[in-house]
């Protein structure tokens, strides 16, 4: 299927199932298993549809509280100018033509051992619960960042309102203006990668903006991800338009000066794309699902299996790596992860052993409008140290740039939407 002809596909509306009363779905699956899977992104979306790939007998529900999924990766591309947010919206009737039932419905609380989620529109009951909460921003220890610097400095970090705004800020931008990004810290979700995101936004200027510039405040030694790669196309293309610089921590943000200030030097710029550092997202907390103080969700790396909540299964962004495995925050490897959950509650349910689990990553970064570079990697468990490691010899980073990369990047995105959502 063409990308543009599943994009239309995706959209068409066909009406979804929603929550209308305390207890609705409380006893409706007719003796079949119930599992519920909260969030409709990359992990969510793929386990409830393996979930009834792999036993059509189950009752699957996914609860999503947007009425389309709207896709972080390529989401860069739309900052640039390179594509629409109708590009990368899609609706989740694909899935409800499987027979996977689509709840539009926040949820708000559990109690696992009778087995319900909570909702704003009702409860649903559950034989098994998959969670995949995504990401949520860490602003603590930064003077400043009030309501105000929030909306002046958009993250644009979950695909949506905030990527159309620095989409729209760019176009508005003054030639010779500056932009600045601010790279976060720990573990961040990748795609939308920061130094992908620099370098379109650099490509952009250069093009467009005549005489701009892009300050970069990492806090890291080097570019933390694919450096060599970014590096050198950053040194052939971007000399003029990149300001690049390491070691950075951030004190303070002013919205009323328009700066981003280190513990030496303040910045300002016309344009600032702060990207904060991250967590798991807050509904993990709300479920009870990350330890106190800490900022991850942990898991058994076979099952991906809650260690604090059983019954309940953590995917994606919002796991704990301790625990899951050294496996970057990406839409591929939730996607994944959504496989690996799916299966192991397919024979949970079923009162077999969980299959050993395989996870795989892939991820494509454009360095220009046309050329991109990648990364992959392939993960499995290891019995002997009771956790999940990466496969060296089957990992693999590309050797340079080219536009075929970049057309593969395309690609990729068309069909994980694919296996995800038809």
């Not at 790279?183 to 992908?196: A, I, K, L, S």
Request: glycine share 10%.
């Amino acid at each position: 299927m063409k990308r543009r002809d599943f994009i239309k596909y995706g959209t068409i509306g066909l009406g979804v199932v929603t929550l209308c009363g305390p207890n609705a779905f409380a006893s409706s699956h007719g003796g079949h298993k119930r599992v519920v899977v909260i969030g409709g992104g990359y992990g969510g979306a793929t386990a409830a549809k393996y979930l009834k790939m792999g036993n059509p007998a189950l009752d699957v529900v996914l609860v999503e509280k947007e009425q389309n999924f709207v896709s972080c990766p390529i989401s860069n591309w739309v900052i640039a100018g390179m594509k629409k947010m109708d590009d990368i919206t899609i609706g989740y009737q694909g899935l409800e033509a499987r027979g996977i039932k689509v709840v539009h419905d926040e949820i708000i609380g559990i109690d696992a051992k009778a087995g319900y989620v909570q909702g704003k529109k009702g409860k649903l009951e559950y034989d098994r619960l998959i969670v995949s909460p995504g990401i949520d921003f860490r602003y603590d220890g930064i003077e400043g960042f009030d309501a105000a610097a929030k909306k002046l400095m958009p993250h644009a970090y979950k695909a949506g309102p905030q990527t159309v705004q620095l989409q729209q800020e760019l176009a508005a931008l003054p030639a010779g203006g500056t932009v600045l990004m601010r790279v976060p810290d720990g573990f961040y979700r990748c795609p939308p990668g920061p130094y992908e995101r620099a370098s379109l936004i650099a490509d952009y200027l250069k093009k467009n903006k005549k005489g701009s510039k892009l300050v970069i405040l990492d806090p890291h030694k080097k570019i933390a991800s694919k450096g060599k790669l970014f590096k050198q196309a950053w040194d052939d293309y971007y000399t003029d338009v990149i300001d690049f610089r390491t070691e950075q921590v951030i004190a303070s943000v002013s919205a009323a000066n328009k700066s981003v200030s280190t513990y030496e030097e303040e910045f300002k710029a016309d344009i600032i794309n702060f990207i904060p550092d991250q967590k798991a997202g807050d509904l993990a907390f709300a479920l009870g699902l990350v330890p106190e103080k800490k900022h991850w969700a942990p898991v058994k790396p076979i099952t991906l299996e809650s260690t604090l909540v059983p019954g309940v299964h953590v995917i994606g962004d919002a796991t704990d790596p301790k625990t899951s495995g050294p496996m970057p925050k990406s839409g591929f490897v939730a996607s994944s992860m959504g496989k690996v959950a799916a299966a192991a509650v397919i024979a949970e349910l079923a009162g077999k052993t969980a299959p050993m689990p395989s996870f795989a990553n892939t991820c494509y970064s454009m360095v220009n409008a046309t050329e991109a570079i990648y990364v992959t990697g392939v993960y499995k468990h290891d019995a002997a140290a009771g956790e999940n490691i990466k496969i060296a010899e089957a990992s693999k980073t590309s050797s340079g740039r080219s536009e075929r990369y970049g057309r593969h990047a395309e690609d990729w995105a068309a069909g994980i939407w694919s296996d995800m959502l038809t």
